[in-house]
Nanobody, 125 residues
Framework: QVQLVESGGDSVQAGGSLKLSCAAS??????MGWFRQVPGKEREGVAV???????YYSDSVKGRFTISRDNAKNTVYLQMNSLKPEDTAIYYC?????????????????????WGQGTQVTVSS
């Protein structure tokens, strides 16, 4: 049975850092990603990694967030630096089997069948 378990969410001051973790069990997925959602808005893609290579960062997090993966632990991470109040959201880990990810790729929630329960990140000014 597939299970994704996120951890690392917390409340921090603007400018601070957090590192989110997502441990996967049941299968090793080629593509894993982080999405986030605030009340009243659609869930949006933040970062996606294909095997060990980052393939997507949203414009709003480029240069501040880094996605990485430890295949031995079947865990994907999201290092978040220089956090801003607008980064406040529930962050979700997602996984899917391999597909081609080329230039211009934008992740969509509908293409990821497996999801974690979410972890809250709150950034105060």
């Amino acid at each position: 049975q597939v299970q994704l378990v996120e951890s690392g969410g917390d409340s921090v001051q603007a400018g601070g850092s957090l590192k989110l973790s997502c441990a996967a069990s049941g299968y090793t997925y080629s593509i894993m990603g982080w999405f986030r959602q605030v009340p009243g808005k659609e869930r949006e893609g933040v970062a996606v990694i294909l095997n060990g290579t980052p393939r997507y960062y949203s414009d709003s997090v480029k240069g501040r967030f880094t996605i990485s993966r430890d295949n031995a632990k079947n865990t994907v991470y999201l290092q978040m630096n220089s956090l801003k109040p607008e980064d406040t959201a529930i962050y979700y880990c997602a996984a899917r089997r391999f597909t081609y990810v080329g230039p211009g790729y934008i992740p969509r929630t509908s293409e990821f069948p497996y999801w974690g329960q979410g972890t809250q990140v709150t950034v105060s000014s």
